[in-house]
């Protein structure tokens, strides 16, 4: 194709949510379809329900069959639904489930084949999406699944910091079981090598939490971190990793602490994510590092109580349309960087 802006898959995610109204409001800014062209996955249908909702008559998606008509700068939509499809906003319905998965497959089945380059998901409702097809907590298992990827890491990025977890979505009573030596080292290498490849960042310094309440606390409230964390922070080392720690996770975020580290190692889900949201809200990103595609999404959920009203702010998946962009271009040049042993990559730091 000659058409050499970026290709972005986004996927409608629940469609009586807020997901098209953050996508749309994000799209309303024409300089987006200057450096890409964005083809939504879902309904038309719902589309124009949704554009009505919001009273927004100077907005249109043009639809397609299949993303290679794509050839314009504007954005487009590709029906995944039938027309019998019914919107029901704020609420948690089949509808809305079954329409979340037949835009994740078909957006996932364009981009093995080529046809899209980048993957932008908006929120899923992870109880209605249950199904035959979808068995997984939500998008990070799926899509880890889907691409047959050995380890992917949860990673919630904005300009302040980046946070990973070595668990997921999995119930805090299991965090401890489920917390070894050799987990933390591959979530470490993974964490490493998607700073390097994905952002630019030659020798990243990454900063590891503890489990327990200050770290441990020398054995005192726990022996994670003298039998488990700090073995596999020496054995990353030992690989020319720089990781540091385990630091208490209060002091390291109520300090400035994070702002020393280009990456953060959380043990388990809320850990990260709770500190990171506080100051990044509106604006963080998450982004499954490890799969072979890229792939982002808005670091909050349905908000079915905002759905339909206008309130909701596009911050946080605009940031991931653009972060989706920047990490393909920083993919792509890591690799011709690479492919080049006679080129340099520049500064040490991004």
Known sequence: MSDERIRVGITQGDINGIGYEVIIKTLMDARVEEFCTPIIYGSPKVAAYHRKALNVESFTFTQIKDADE?????PYIINCMDDNVRVELGKSTEYGGQGSLLALQAAIA???????DVLVT????????QSADFKFPGHTEFLANAFNAQEVLMLLVSDTMKVGVVT??????QVASLINQDIILAKLRLLNKSMIEDFGIRRPRIAVLGLNPHAGDNGVIGLEERDIITPAINKA???GIVAMGP??????FGSDSFTKFDAILAMYHDQGLTPFKV???NTGVNFTSGLPIIRTSPDHGTAYDLAGKGEANPNSFRQSLYLAVDLYKNRLQHKQLTANPLKSSGSDRA
């Open 70 to 74: 794509a050839t314009a700068k504007k």
């Open 110 to 116: 364009d981009i093995k084949a080529g046809k899209i």
């Open 122 to 129: 908006a929120p899923i409702n992870k109880y209605n999406i």
């Open 168 to 173: 997921g979505h999995v119930p805090l009573s």
């Open 237 to 239: 080392n030992n690989e």
């Open 247 to 252: 630091y208490p996770s209060d002091g390291f």
């Open 279 to 281: 100051v990044n809200f």
